[in-house]
C-alpha cells in the first residue's frame, strides 16, 4: 500500500503532513526543502509533475535513499510555443497594443514592430525546448545560432542551429532565449558583462527559470536602451515582490504559465502517476534524476545483491554487539549470480582474510 499526496497549490510542504506519506507530487511552486524531506521518515519517492527539480533538494532526497523523479518531456512543446508567443510579442507589440486597445486607443505609430525574419535568434541551452524553439522560429525565417556545453555540435546542427561558443554567440543576436536548468553554473548567464557584448537593442526572452537573467543586470540594460525589451515567464522570486522588471514598459510579462496547458498537465500527470506505478510494483524505474546508483537498485539482479546486502549487514551486526569476541566470520551465498563463496574475517588489524584488503 502506497500512500500518496499531490501537492498543487501549497507553497511549502507542511513537514507534519509529509511525514505521513509515502509519496509526494509537486509542480514548481512547492518547495521540497531539506527540512521536509528530513522530517518525512516513510518517503520514498518525490515525484516532479513536470521538468525543473530545483524546488527540490535533490541532495538531502538522495541521502537519505528517496527517488526524485520528473516528467521532462510532458511540457516540452508547451514551454516552446510560449517561447515563441513572447518572441512575437516583443517583435510587435501585441500585449502593449492590444492593452492600449482597451483603454480606448487607437495607436499605430506607437507601436511599429519590426519581423523577425531574417533576425538572428541566439538559443542558450539546446535541450528539448531549445531545439523545438529553434525549428519553430526557423520557419519564420529566422537564423538560428546556439550554445550547449553537452549537445554535440553535430547534432546542433542537425537541428538547422549553428553551433558556437558564447562569447562568438553574443555580438549576433537580435534576440537571445535561455533553455538551461538552474544551476549554479547557470546563474547569471546573462549579466552585465554579456549584454555589454550584444548587440544594442537586443531582445531576450527567459521561459526557463528566473535569475538565468540576472535581473538587476536586465533592469539596467532595459532602461539604457542596451536591451530593447525582455519576454518573462519566469522570475527569482514567484511571485516577484520586485515589480520593477514587470512595470517596465518594454517588458511583456506572464506568471510562470510555460506549462499551463491542457495537454501539458495532462501528460506530466499522466507520465508522472505511471512512472510511480511502475516503481512501486518494481517493474522499471523512469525519470529519476537522481544518483545512478539509486536508479540501479532497482534492477532485479539489484534486488537480489540489496537483500544480500542487508542479510550480511545484519550477520555482522549481530557480531559487532554480541558479548563474545569474534575473530572470524565465513558467509556462503548461492545462487545464479553470486554462486561464490565470501570469506570475511574480522580480526584485529580489520583486513580481508582472503584478499588482505583493509575494511572501511
Ligand atoms: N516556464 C516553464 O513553465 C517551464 C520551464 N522549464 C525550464 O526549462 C529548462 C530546460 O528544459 P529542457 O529543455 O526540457 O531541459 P533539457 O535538459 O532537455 O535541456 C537543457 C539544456 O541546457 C544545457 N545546459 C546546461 N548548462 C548550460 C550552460 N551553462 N549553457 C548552455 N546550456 C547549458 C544542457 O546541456 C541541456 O542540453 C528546465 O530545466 C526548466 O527549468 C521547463 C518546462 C516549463
Ligand atoms: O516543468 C517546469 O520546469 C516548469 O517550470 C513548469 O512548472 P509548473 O509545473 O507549471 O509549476
Known sequence: FFHLWKLHTAPNCSIVSVSNYDGLVVRSATKVTADVI????????????????????????????????????????????????????????????????????????????????????????????????????????????????ITPPEVAASWGVEPMSLELLWPQCDYITVHTPLMPSTVGLLNDASFAKCKKGVKVVNCARGGIIDEDALLRALESGQCGGAGLDVFVEEPPKNRSLIEHPNVVSCPHLGASTKEAQARCGEDIALQIVDMVKGNKLVGAVNAQVLASTFSQESHQLIKLGEAVGSV?????????????????????????????????????????????
Open 316 to 360: 555482522l551486526q549481530s557480531c559487532t554487539t554480541s558479548k563474545r569476541p569474534v575473530s572470524h566470520v565465513q558467509i556462503t551465498t548461492q545462487g545464479r549470480s553470486t554462486g561464490q563463496t565470501c570469506l570475511c574475517y574480522q580480526g584485529p588489524e580489520g583486513r580481508d582474510h582472503n584478499t588482505g584488503r583493509r575494511y572501511m
Open 38 to 149: 528530513n522530517a518525512a521518515d516513510k518517503l520514498k519517492i518525490i515525484g516532479r509533475a513536470g521538468t525543473g527539480v530545483d524546488n527540490v533538494d535533490v541532495d538531502a532526497a538522495t541521502k537519505k535513499g528517496i527517488i526524485v523523479m520528473n516528467t521532462p518531456s510532458g511540457n516540452t512543446i508547451s514551454a516552446a510555443e510560449l517561447t515563441c508567443a513572447l518572441l512575437m510579442s516583443l517583435s510587435r507589440n501585441v500585449p502593449q497594443a492590444a492593452m492600449s486597445m482597451k483603454q480606448g486607443n487607437w495607436d499605430r505609430k506607437k507601436f511599429m514592430g519590426a519581423e523577425l525574419y531574417g533576425k538572428v535568434l541566439g538559443i542558450v541551452g539546446l535541450g528539448r525546448i531549445g531545439k523545438e524553439v529553434a525549428s519553430r522560429m526557423q520557419s519564420f525565417g529566422m537564423r538560428t545560432i546556439g550554445y550547449d556545453p
